[in-house]
């Protein structure tokens, strides 16, 4: 047992400080400056041996940056990885995040259009770090490993900073309505008018040549007088409803008068319709004396001549 102690416990020791000792690296790192018609010569980086040039990165460039990340010195995704610019001079930074597969190899691409204009601007050099860090025991990085030099074109555009926006007291917002919108001129409506008024007596024609019966007016009349009356009503109040919506009057209005009025269409129309019905029906309603000889007969059971 005193050998199985004694031997267990510098194991121990030994396990906690390799862990104590675990740390997040980086391998593999290059960098290169890209434009728009070809990709520049690209230049390798370390830990321990940065760039001794700035690189330099006009409007129309960008950076790419290639690395592997590694936990202990095996490649390993981190939680987080950035590569962070910053201004010597002012000290703004500008983190940029990596995309990381879990094997550990990581880029990012870095546009000059997406350079604060405060580091766009800098007249001296950015320093440009690598973070890497996660979650655990091992110790995070956070590397300088070259400078970037900006180079403003002056046939461009000059960069503006805008102010950004916060909360606070905002200028008073004055909304213009538009006008209401107005019927067209009335020569155009009266053709349109004309035009329908000119279908009636077409349908009118059509219905009479197609064997509508005007002789049972008045007996639909005398049947259902209310039924009829009320239901060829609501249909003329409908349109009088229709045309009042196009002259003047608002959704608003409209919509309760509808209500009332298309109620009474149903209802008188119903029992319209049945009325109809009953007097078309076989062995209802008037027959000619033609008819009720070819179906009847006389009272004696003989057909007359």
């Not at 400056?33 to 370390?46: M, P, R, W």
């Not at 077409?202 to 049947?223: F, K, T």
């Amino acid at each position: 047992m005193r050998f199985l102690h004694s031997f267990v416990t510098p194991l121990l020791l030994a396990a906690g400080a390799a862990q104590a000792a675990s740390s997040w690296s980086f391998d593999d790192a290059t960098v290169q400056v890209n434009g728009k018609k070809a990709a520049g010569t690209k230049e390798k980086f370390s830990e321990t041996k940065q760039l001794s040039q700035p690189i330099t990165i006009s409007n129309t460039e960008s950076i790419k940056i290639l690395l592997v990340a590694k936990d202990g010195g095996k490649g390993k995704r981190p939680h987080q990885a950035f590569v962070v610019l910053q201004d010597e001079l002012s000290g703004l930074e500008a983190p940029f995040p990596m995309t990381v597969k879990e094997n550990g190899k990581a880029v990012v691409d870095i546009k000059y259009t997406d350079l604060p204009v405060q580091l766009a601007t800098s007249s001296a050099p950015l320093k440009a770090s690598v973070v890497l860090a996660s979650f655990g025991s091992s110790q995070g990085l956070n590397k300088p490993v070259f400078s970037i030099a900006p180079k403003v074109d002056p046939n461009a555009a000059p960069l503006v900073y805008e102010k950004p926006l916060r909360y606070g007291k905002r200028e008073a917002i004055h909304h213009t309505f538009r006008d209401d919108p107005k019927n067209p001129p009335k020569i155009i409506s009266a053709f349109f008018v004309l035009a329908v008024l000119a279908t009636v007596p077409a349908l009118l024609v059509g219905w009479l040549s197609l064997g509508a019966n005007v002789s049972h007016i008045q007996r639909a009349l005398r049947d259902a007088p209310i039924a009829h009356g009320v239901f060829f009503g609501s249909l003329i109040a409908l349109e009088g409803v229709f045309y009042l919506y196009y002259v003047s009057w608002t959704l608003f209005q409209v919509l309760p008068v509808i209500s009332v009025v298309g109620a009474a269409t149903f209802l008188s129309g119903t029992k319209a319709l049945g009325e109809v019905q009953r007097r078309d029906s076989p062995g209802r309603g008037d027959y000619d004396s033609s008819q009720r000889k070819m179906c009847c007969g006389n009272k004696n059971g003989v057909d007359e001549d």
